[in-house]
């Protein structure tokens, strides 16, 4: 019955599915708290108050059929004028709400600007190790996905490589930074060096090539960290973003891209994305939630408990002689797997009923992800296990 | 910069744009109050009292996490059995909450189901008159959408050539019932039928035709007429359903699958439903109201307020002359053209700033559609226009 392209998605599915199980098969056997699940990436930390405050405020104070009822495909005017003045306040660009299009989460906003842009055939170059489902979304529109191989030493983009592999086929490239799984964010010195060989391609090969820049962990950041705003870098650059992780809102769906003027066909692009989102099936984004971020433009969800998570969690695998890059945002770790197949050594933290993801997953092996958006009572109670995990892999104390 | 594939649309959406334009130009010079937009199928009913109710009490009993957060792809099992045991009650189903999967709303789930299905080419089957974004959606998937004619007498389909048009390239049938644009409920012989034909012809081509039943108006019913569940008429049956109208919530995006055991390869379609769901960027239905929906399962908006608005624009309208089948559901008039060609019109009814949608929106010229989900005040104060548009064009009170 059922789509050829959907088969391989089928099979792959049932992996997943697989690991699913096992943990459930594993909390049965042992209890749920004595499995030690950072898998996956689900914020633990609840939305702040004022999501709630604003929901009750909106209830009581706005019309339901204004609340509940369609909107233009682009999402209510006054909740895009307030993301474009926000922006402009912290980031010195110059959006109008013409430039932000609501959209079904940021996973909806690169669907949606994929289908907009890419013709078959047309690639789209990622950085490894790079979030799985990039793939998926450039094959819904049968584009081809080209994986730039990763720099294990500092996880900022291979540009070396990156420039070797832009062709007369290249379309876009997304980047993600703070990035998942690795938790770097690029630096300002990588963003400058990406414009300008974006710059000088685009004109070699002719026709420009769109920056895609995925943004769910913008406010994801430690010790003070700053995440350089994209679009100054490079003209022909595209913003996509989720309140997933700021405002701890993931199962709601609520994001927005961001398309300046100075993409090139700005206007038509911009039409294209709106359009996209209507025939796809989203429509609008969910527009209690438009309204919401509205008047929680401002919000941050209590960044402190995953610095908390973080800094438990680094610092004692550094002490039980773990190799890991310090993560500056997101809230994940990447560890470097102390065997040679991080396959395996999944399988001897699955025997201390740690769950972990193989760095395979992001195209990426030989390490493996860990999620710290967990509580931190989790994290107190696996430092144990994982000391034993590296006793057994041969790790070392420094 | 933009897809090839969307350029058409680009163009298309323009004309529709210019549509909306004209309505905001003609506001601006007569007032708000002095144009009657019969143009929109945006409810003008309010959601359930029980809808905020809801919400409210969920914000303070459920944990913000578990409320906002991310859950199965398929949605809340909770959730997915409750629906399962209404639709099971009302309509004697046998659904498990493994066959209902959580939709960002009904036109995401035509494009779930959509994707999981077609391959290049393959052919979708529609009966005009039909609303025009089901090509849009058969197309993001490279397929073929085939225009089965009116039947003008009865509104019912045409299932002589609905027979003849089934071939070898027929994957997929799409019926709406109550009808967008005309009100019309499919009956209980046609339906019968339908399925016979379907049943015949998939043995002869060798292969199943799934029957995508459209669902959204199925609770805005008048008379007491009754909307046939489709599944006890042929086995490879999937609905469609939203609850946008049901609880006037349309902006939320929330919605559902029905894809019932009999199905072939029910667990292949079930299983593509949920990742199609996922990789095209939607992840979940949005998360709060999926458990709103939980608490609201039998929540009715007030059909009633529809029904009265029904009365007053058909018997007015047949009194002036016009001549309209009376709809048994949804909240729209089709209402035939007393002019040859309707944009025509369409012309002479917005010089009396009555807006209404020409047939050929629906692929059935000779018609308009008359949205009455406007306020009752609109309709009374339109009426004399209504009159004076029959006079023009010729109609004679009967």
Known sequence: MIAEKMKPLLANNSAIRMMFEEGN????????????????????????????????????EEESTAVHGYMSNAGYEDVRDAIALSLNQRFGTNFRLENIVMTVGAASGLNIILKSLLNPGDQVLVFAPYFLEYSNYVRNYDGELVVVSPDRESFQPN?????????RKT???????????????????????????????????????????????????????????????????????????????PGERIGYLAIPDEVTDSGELIAAAVIANRVMGCVNAPSLFQRVIKRCIDEKVNVEAYNRNRNLLYLSLKSYGFDCIKPEGAFYLFVKSPLEDEKEFCAVCKKYRVLVVPGSSFACTGYVRISYCVSYEQIERSLPAFKKIGEECGVRPQ
């Open 25 to 60: 098969r594993l909390a049965l056997i042992h209890g749920r708290e004595n499995v030690y699940d950072f898998s996956l990436g689900n914020p633990n930390v609840p939305a702040p108050e004022g999501v709630k405050q604003a929901i009750m405020d909106i209830l009581n």
């Open 159 to 167: 540009l070396t490589e990156f420039e070797e592999k832009i062709g």
């Open 171 to 249: 379309k876009a490239v997304i980047i993600n930074s703070p990035n998942n799984p690795t938790g770097v964010v690029y630096s300002e010195d990588t963003l400058i060096r990406l414009g300008e060989i974006l710059e000088r391609k685009s004109r070699e090969i002719g026709h420009p090539i769109l920056l895609i820049s995925d943004e769910p962990y913008r406010e994801l950041v430690y010790d003070g960290a700053k995440v350089p705003f994209v679009t100054r870098f490079y003209r022909d650059t595209v913003v996509c973003y989720s309140f997933s992780k700021s405002l701890s809102l």
